[in-house]
Structures are given as C-alpha cells and as structure tokens.
C-alpha cells in the first residue's frame, strides 16, 4: 500500500501544482480527478489518510478500526462534490 500512497500523493501535488501554473486549462480537472481518487482511496483504504493525520498528531492509530469512520466520510463527502460539481452546474 506504500505504492498507492505515493501514487495519491502525487496526484495531490500534481493538482496543487496544476492550479498554480493553468488553472482553468490544467487546475480544474486535475482538481476534479484528484477529488475522486482520494475519495476512492479515502473509502476503501482508510489507513491511508489516517497515516496522512498521523504526521501531525502521532498520538492516532491507524490501525484502530474505530476511527475508520471519519477518513470514510471524508471520502464520501469527496465524491460527493465530485458528482455535484459534475452534474448539478448547468453548463
């Protein structure tokens, strides 16, 4: 799993970079894809963004199934976004 990290992790960057230098050409969908993978990612791989808050506040474990909840809704509320962004503006 310590290759899909890295992967979300670029693709996060990747986006972040994207919305500095073309926002509208490059930043948008970047940002939209960058939406649904860490969603994905966030749903089925809650560890993961777990590990990203353990950086910053060592005291979690990210093996305590508890917890699983809140990356979880994190996810959904990303792919959440990601489906009204996709098909509630009118175009």
């Known amino acids: 799993m310590k290759v899909a990290d890295w992967a979300v992790q670029a693709v996060v960057i990747a986006a972040f970079l994207a919305l500095i230098v073309a926002p509208e050409k490059l930043g948008v969908p970047l ?13 089925l791989y809650p560890q993961g963004l777990l590990g990203w808050a353990k950086k910053a506040h060592p005291s979690i474990d990210v093996d305590d199934s508890s917890l699983w909840w809140v990356p979880r809704l994190i996810g959904v509320f990303l792919i959440g976004v990601l489906i009204f962004v996709l098909f509630g503006f009118p175009r």
């Open 31 to 43: 940002g939209l894809i960058s939406f649904a993978i860490v969603g994905a990612w966030a749903l």
